[in-house]
Every structure is written in structure tokens, then in C-alpha cells.
């Protein structure tokens, strides 16, 4: 049975207590190492690979994280759907700490972060104004419903640099934008894996209110690794939901053929190792 679905598991969300015939395995890339090795196992039936963002023990920081690495391992293994799970802050007051979120936008806040495969002799623009895939995020929500969490359907996920949190004045600046989250992994996720034709969804889990809220400076470290835990336990269950369900679910989309009218440059001029090193992830259009 090939492995069409991925899982990325963020702060909390180290493991997946229901994946049975466990088996990890290490992917060498040529854009270096991934965060650790993928466990491959059957999750409701389904063969699923996942892989702890930050690594085992969460010692990757954001900034630090290989996410061309991470997208290029999923590719490889044959993934054709990804669902992300991420730890993120609220800027709302309607959206509290325990509530999910699945995203359908993002605005980018990082610095230098190397989110496309294209470059070195091969020039490409992915469409990007639907960032997240419309089905999977549809079948996360209705996942999120089944399991009974509080879920908000679409809204912005503001992707900051870190590892430190928004200045007061930067947090109420995103909320005058009209944004509904900040995080720090998940646009750079996006957009690889758009660029890899792979479906993606961002599962978004509240820990607390970002400090535009006036009882952000009474949370403590406690309180968040609280909420983290149970974060973890819910998000458990809604995945292993969104996986059973894509079981029965046809890929209809067009995130498989993203590639087909964004690659600008000639077959002939690119570059042979270039062509090499991202077969995996457009060699059908060479």
C-alpha cells in the first residue's frame, strides 16, 4: 500500500498514538536533511507518513527548520495530501485558547526563509492566491466537527520570523489587517508543497491570546504547556478523523497539477543536475 497521505505534527504533536506497524525511516534530500526521520505506519487504515516539525525533543527552531528538506522527503514517498498541525497564537477575541482554526490564507512576516525549489538554472511562479487546499482543509474542519472541537472554518494565519513573540504594537498591527492567527512554520509549508503539487491544509491550534490581550501577561509557561497537551490529544483525533475520511474522499482538485502552466524556462537550458536533483518534483515536466 503506498503512503498518499503526510502528517506534520507541530509543538506538542510528537507522535501519533494510534499509528500501528510503525517503521522510520531516514530520507537523505538534496537540499540536506529533513527534521528526523519519517515513522510510516497505518493510521485508520491508511499508510501515512509523519514527521515532528521541530524534530525529537523540539530543538529546531523555526528560522532553522529544512522546509525543502521536509517537502522533498513527503514527495519521495509517493504523499499527495499533507496536513499540518501548528501551535498558534489568537488575534481574536472570539477565537480563545483551545479553539482550532484551518486557515485558507496567509501573509508572510519571515526574513530569508528559502520557500521554492525553483532557482539554479530552472525559473517557475506558482498560482498562490488560494494558499491552502479547499478540499483537504474542508475534510479537516468537518474532522474537527466529528471530534467535538471548536473549529473556526477559513481565516488569516500570519507567519512571523521568531523564535520571539510580537511586540504589542506588531500584534495589534495584524489584528488591524484583519487576521485571525499568528504561527511561525506554516507559510513556507504552503507554498512547497504547492510548488510539489501536493495537497495542503493547516490544522491551526490556539495555545493562548497573542499579547494585543490584556491577560496575555498573566499566562504562564505552565498554562501554555497545559493547553499544548490537550491541543495534542484533540489534534490526535481530529487527523486520525481527516484520514479515514480521505479514504473515501477523491482527490478533485488542482493542487496535482500545479506545475503545468508555472514552469518558465525551456526543457532544453535546464541545468542537467538541476533536472537531477527536482525529478521528484517536476521531472514529468522535463
Not at 485508520?44 to 528538506?69: D, K, Q, W, Y
Not at 477565537?95 to 484551518?102: H, Y
Not at 479515514?244 to 543536475?273: K, S, Y
Request: charged share 20%.
Amino acid at each position: 500500500m503506498s503512503i498518499q497521505i503526510g502528517i506534520i505534527g507541530g509543538s506538542g504533536l510528537y507522535d501519533m498514538a494510534e499509528l500501528t506497524d510503525r517503521h522510520e525511516l531516514t530520507i537523505d534530500t538534496p537540499f540536506g536533511a529533513p527534521s528526523g526521520p519519517y515513522v510510516t505506519g497505518t493510521l485508520r487504515g491508511m499508510r501515512v507518513a509523519f514527521l515532528p516539525r521541530h524534530g525529537v525533543g523540539h530543538r529546531i527552531t523555526p528560522s532553522e527548520l529544512n522546509f525543502r528538506a521536509n517537502i522533498y522527503g513527503f514527495k519521495t514517498l509517493g504523499v499527495e495530501r499533507l496536513l499540518s498541525a501548528s501551535a498558534v497564537g489568537s488575534l481574536r477575541e472570539d477565537i480563545a485558547p483551545l479553539d482550532l482554526v484551518i486557515p485558507d490564507q496567509f501573509i508572510d512576516r519571515t526574513r530569508g526563509r528559502v520557500s521554492t525549489f525553483f532557482g539554479d538554472g530552472i525559473v517557475g511562479h506558482i498560482a498562490f492566491g488560494d494558499p491552502v487546499c479547499g478540499s483537504l482543509a474542508q475534510v479537516a474542519h468537518d474532522a474537527s466537527v466529528a471530534a467535538g472541537a471548536k473549529v473556526h472554518k477559513g481565516g488569516t494565519y500570519v507567519c512571523m520570523e521568531g523564535p520571539a513573540f510580537s511586540t504589542r504594537a506588531e500584534s495589534n498591527l495584524y489584528r488591524s489587517w484583519g487576521a485571525h492567527v499568528i504561527g511561525m512554520t506554516n507559510l513556507q509549508e504552503a507554498k512547497l508543497a504547492r510548488e510539489a503539487e501536493i495537497c495542503y491544509a493547516t490544522i491551526a491550534l490556539v495555545t493562548d491570546y497573542d499579547c494585543w490581550h490584556p491577560d496575555h501577561d498573566h499566562v504562564t509557561v505552565e498554562m501554555i504547556i497545559d493547553t499544548l497537551h490537550q491541543n495534542a490529544r484533540m489534534a490526535q483525533q481530529v487527523i486520525a478523523g481527516a484520514v479515514e475520511a480521505l479514504a473515501t474522499t477523491p482527490r478533485t482538485c488542482h493542487c496535482g497539477q500545479a506545475l503545468a502552466t508555472a514552469i518558465i524556462t525551456r526543457p532544453e537550458l535546464v541545468p542537467e543536475d538541476t533536472r537531477q536533483r527536482l525529478a521528484p518534483i517536476m521531472g514529468k515536466y522535463f
